[in-house]
């Protein structure tokens, strides 16, 4: 993905953790991203952003040994991450910016993005990078955080940086697109046709505070990184915090997180 070098290098130092992560809260808007792309059998497919993988390996399901996926990411920890998972695949993992994508014009049937736009320093060109190298009537279908409040770790993001010190990046561009309005004007600037904005809504299940945190303790994705860029007090505020708006009772669990997240979709 094209992002700032703070954000790339908070994806390459917790590309376990955010593997992990994936797993269980991403890749749950995993079959909604792939039915707004219409992927079928013997497509090519592009994944732009695709860090651990979710959305190419399961896209790789649906098109069967006659097509492709090509996933791409600048992070090369979450490409490695990836390539474990990748055997025996129809996917190809390689090093790309996605605002400047080194793949051919109308070479593909479908650009998939799962949370990764909203990271780019320029999404209208990262979008116009997306529809150049559609097929005429190919699809788009992108996936942007919203707020804090409405994504599982936000929350931490969200207290954590009110303890950064001041003038330190504080990473807000995560919830740059958090408006279905603005990515419709994305979209639509970027000429696609046919542009739909949904919100799609999952809940991810923890077994224990300690499960819920084990991300942000290893610097899993920018929640992550800004958590571990605190001092040990500022850091056991912030679990305090969110430990209250998680469990407001004495209990450490099980609880349930709502994430939300917008998917927009557009025609070539």
């Given at each position: 993905?094209?992002?700032?070098?703070?954000?790339?290098?908070?994806?390459?130092?917790?590309?376990?953790?955010?593997?992990?992560?994936?797993?269980?809260?991403?890749?749950?808007?995993?079959?909604?991203?792939?039915?707004?792309?219409?992927?079928?059998?013997?497509?090519?497919?592009?994944?732009?952003?695709?860090?651990?993988?979710?959305?190419?390996?399961?896209?790789?399901?649906?098109?069967?040994?006659?097509?492709?996926?090509?996933?791409?990411?600048?992070?090369?920890?979450?490409?490695?991450?990836?390539?474990?998972?990748?055997?025996?695949?129809?996917?190809?993992?390689?090093?790309?910016?996605?605002?400047?994508?080194?793949?051919?014009?109308?070479?593909?049937?479908?650009?998939?993005?799962?949370?990764?736009?909203?990271?780019?320093?320029?999404?209208?060109?990262?979008?116009?990078?997306?529809?150049r190298v559609l097929r005429p009537a190919g699809r788009v279908a992108v996936c942007v955080t919203t707020t804090p409040d409405r994504t599982v770790y936000g929350r931490v993001f969200e207290?954590?940086?009110?303890?950064?010190?001041?003038?330190?990046?504080?990473?807000?561009?995560?919830?740059?697109?958090?408006?279905?309005?603005?990515?419709?004007?994305?979209?639509?600037?970027?000429?696609?046709?046919?542009?739909?904005?949904?919100?799609?809504?999952?809940?991810?299940?923890?077994?224990?505070?300690?499960?819920?945190?084990?991300?942000?303790?290893?610097?899993?994705?920018?929640?992550?990184?800004?958590?571990?860029?605190?001092?040990?007090?500022?850091?056991?505020?912030?679990?305090?915090?969110?430990?209250?708006?998680?469990?407001?009772?004495?209990?450490?669990?099980?609880?349930?997180?709502?994430?939300?997240?917008?998917?927009?979709?557009?025609?070539?």
């Open positions: 993905m094209a992002t700032s070098p703070m954000t790339k290098l908070s994806f390459d130092s917790g590309a376990s953790a955010w593997d992990r992560f994936s797993v269980r809260s991403s890749a749950l808007y995993v079959p909604a991203l792939l039915a707004a792309a219409g992927i079928t059998a013997g497509q090519r497919v592009l994944d732009v952003a695709t860090g651990a993988g979710p959305s190419a390996f399961e896209a790789a399901t649906l098109i069967g040994p006659s097509g492709l996926v090509l996933g791409t990411d600048l992070s090369l920890p979450m490409l490695e991450r990836a390539k474990r998972h990748a055997e025996r695949l129809p996917v190809s993992l390689v090093a790309m910016d996605g605002q400047a994508l080194a793949c051919r014009d109308a070479s593909f049937d479908a650009v998939i993005c799962l949370l990764g736009l909203m990271f780019f320093a320029d999404a209208a060109r990262g979008l116009a990078e997306f529809r207290r954590a940086r009110q303890y950064l010190p001041a003038g330190r990046e504080t990473m807000a561009w995560n919830f740059a697109l958090s408006e279905p309005h603005q990515l419709e004007a994305l979209l639509l600037g970027a000429a696609f046709r046919d542009v739909a904005v949904s919100r799609e809504i999952r809940q991810v299940s923890f077994d224990s505070l300690e499960d819920y945190w084990a991300a942000m303790e290893a610097g899993g994705g920018l929640s992550g990184a800004t958590y571990r860029a605190l001092s040990p007090d500022a850091r056991r505020a912030v679990r305090d915090e969110v430990r209250r708006g998680l469990l407001p009772s004495e209990s450490d669990g099980p609880f349930a997180v709502e994430g939300e997240v917008l998917l927009g979709s557009g025609r070539r």
